[in-house]
């Protein structure tokens, strides 16, 4: 009996790091790190971006999990709880994530139907005779040349994700995600290993891993904060709900700590991949969103069935969109299904997936209908996304560690956090405090600030 309910425990442990972690690897691991970390001037940033993600994230992803395991509600449910008595200001924590939720689900849309375009490309180079050659061709242009072709890709990855969603293949998926990531873990190391034998690897490591602090600038922090709430997956009570289904013995701290460190892992692996390849293409490539789809094609030629490889790879990466994306139309169609009463689950899927179809022609059409629309020199999808994760992702985080100290009692926050089992809880408890009452809302403003600051000063 007592073996029983253990194993069914663990199995719900493993279950829940299967799914927090799902969430947390993703596109913005593999495709968006690379060139941000580019953008940002190399060593020096990914010193940066890691204390925060160690500080700042570790500490919002514990509390995150500790308020939804204590309410086992979703943050939606939380605030409006909350602001039914308490404070009406904080209704807009709610909204907020949800409209967050909305257009990040879009702009996912567009970029996995990129990695959709690419699965198609790979397949087609089996059957072709000179496959190396038409790998080398593969670019992005085709691409962004054809906002239409990115719609309708987008549409298609929507689609499959609502289906997923609402005929509860949903179980089915989770074990098709085990063995995706172990898959996807044996093929990184194919990569990397090729990878590292590249001629430009003794650049990029020095590139990566010698800070030169005067490649900062003052949009970095803002940068780096934003990046990791993303990564994460913190900010619109994605791991509230993931911590509702934890056990009262897990020991939360632990369990944070380690989707940090492995999220961690995986996007400075995906450096070390990416890079040693860009480093050969044009300089704009390694500030360019397409760094990923144009580095490597190039990378897979230079291994033997290198196409079967290169098509397992979008594959697999595409399954993690696909995991991420169904995580937030999930939350979306159960708030629009709890708001209005009458509305029935498909409905409500109905009305999510057209709005974020419509928000999916803004970041699609961004190359070409769009193109003319540059801001702060940078084009339609670039802006939406520093607008969604260097600003609002932010603050929608800043909202919730408000919530929290306004929500939960100081006993109750020591007794999640501090386990005789794992002594040095007891220690890390009041810096754990100090970083999400102090540090975290300081660095939140700073990075908002500085930005506004570069913003304001161009436009002068
Ligand atoms: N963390 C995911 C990634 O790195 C993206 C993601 C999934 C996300 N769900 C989220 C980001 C919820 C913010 C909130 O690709």
Redesign the pocket.
């Known amino acids: 009996m007592q073996k029983e309910a253990f194993s069914s425990s663990s199995s719900k442990r493993f279950t829940f790091y299967l799914l927090a972690i799902g ?7 593999i495709w ?1 790190f690379p060139y941000i970390v580019g953008e940002n001037g190399g060593g020096a940033f990914l010193l940066l971006y890691i204390m925060l993600s160690f500080t700042v994230g570790l500490s919002v992803l514990t509390a995150e999990l500790i308020v939804g395991r204590a309410a086992r509600a979703s943050l939606h449910k939380i605030t409006v709880r909350l602001t039914g008595h308490i404070k009406k200001p904080f209704y807009w924590v709610g909204r907020l994530s949800l409209f967050i ?1 909305l257009v ?1 689900l879009a702009y ?1 849309s567009v970029v996995s139907g990129w990695v959709l375009y690419y699965i198609t490309q790979f397949f087609v180079s089996f059957f072709r005779p000179d496959t190396n050659a038409y790998l080398s061709t593969l670019n992005m242009a085709v691409l962004n040349e054809n906002g239409i072709m990115q719609f309708l890709l987008a549409s298609v990855h929507l689609l499959i994700c609502a289906f997923i969603l609402m005929y509860g293949k949903t179980k089915k998926f989770e074990k098709l995600l085990t063995y995706v990531l172990s898959f996807f873990v044996f093929l990184i190391s194919i990569l990397i290993y090729t990878s590292v034998s590249l001629e430009s690897t003794t650049g990029v490591l020095r590139f990566l891993f010698y800070p030169d602090f005067s490649k900062l600038n003052l949009v970095s922090l803002g940068h780096a904060i934003g990046h990791v ?8 009570g ?1 791991l509230v709900t993931l911590g509702s289904s934890l056990n009262d013995n897990d020991h939360i701290p632990t369990i944070a700590f380690r989707v940090t460190a492995i999220d961690t892992t995986i996007s400075i692996v995906a450096l070390l991949i990416i890079f040693p390849v860009a480093f050969t293409l044009s300089d704009r490539a390694m500030t360019d969103p397409g760094l990923l789809f144009e580095s490597l094609p190039r990378l897979f030629m230079k291994i033997y069935y290198g196409e079967f490889f290169g098509f397992a790879f979008f594959l697999c990466l595409w399954i993690a969109a696909i995991n ?1 994306s169904v ?2 139309l999930d939350s979306l169609i159960s708030n629009t299904t709890e708001r209005f009463r009458q509305a029935s689950r498909l409905s409500s899927a109905w009305v999510v997936v057209a709005a974020a179809l419509l928000l999916t022609l803004a970041p699609a059409f961004s190359g070409t209908f769009l193109k003319r629309f540059t801001l702060f020199e940078q084009s339609v999808i670039e802006n939406i996304d520093s607008l969604l994760i260097n600003y609002l ?1 932010p603050l929608s985080v800043l909202g919730f560690i408000a919530v929290y100290f306004l929500f939960h009692k100081e006993s109750e926050r020591r007794d999640a956090f501090v386990s005789t089992d794992a002594p040095a809880s007891v220690s890390l408890f009041r810096n754990w405090i100090w970083v999400l009452k102090w540090f975290a809302p300081g660095i939140i403003i700073l990075g908002i600030c500085l930005q506004l600051f570069v913003v304001i000063r161009s436009a002068l």
């Open positions: 969430s947390a690897c993703g596109l913005g691991n968006r939720s990040i996912y709430f993303f990564t994460l997956s913190l900010g619109l994605l991420a995580g937030l992702l």
